[in-house]
């Protein structure tokens, strides 16, 4: 069983930053895709930002150029620096594992319990 705790969230004037972590633990064999999906009041849970274990990156292309995705595998962390941030980046941010918890395990998805953040002056 993987839990995913998340930190970082929180009230931020327009053009300001925040860094969300979300650390992975319990039993994992191998974590493959890390990354972040956000849900804003009245709209869909959307993708924000994936990173591979080899370090390739998507994002969403109302981000791009703005939030950085990063994770450590020694500490099976994922980052997301958030820079110049916007009204419409209010949302619960929820972080997700894809990982294979035993070696003879399918790839399991698993999410964090979602952080707030709120951007607003």
């Known amino acids: 069983q993987v839990q995913l705790v998340e930190s970082g969230g929180g009230l931020v004037q327009p053009g300001g930053s925040l860094r969300l972590s979300c650390a992975a633990s319990?039993?994992?064999?191998?974590?493959?895709?890390m990354g972040w999906y956000r849900k804003a009041p009245g709209r869909q849970r959307a993708l924000v930002a994936r990173?591979?274990?080899?370090?390739?990156?998507v994002y969403a292309a109302s981000v791009k150029g703005r939030f950085t995705i990063s994770r450590d595998n020694a500490k099976n962390t994922v980052y997301l620096q958030m820079n110049s941030l916007k009204p419409e980046d209010t949302a619960v941010y929820f972080c997700?594992?894809?990982?294979?918890?035993?070696?003879?395990?399918?790839?399991?998805?698993?999410w964090g319990q979602g952080t707030q953040v709120t951007v607003s002056s």
């Open positions: 990173i591979t274990s080899g370090g390739t990156t």
């Open positions: 997700y594992v894809q990982a294979r918890p035993r070696s003879y395990s399918n790839i399991a998805t698993s």
């Open positions: 319990g039993i994992l064999f191998r974590i493959n895709a």
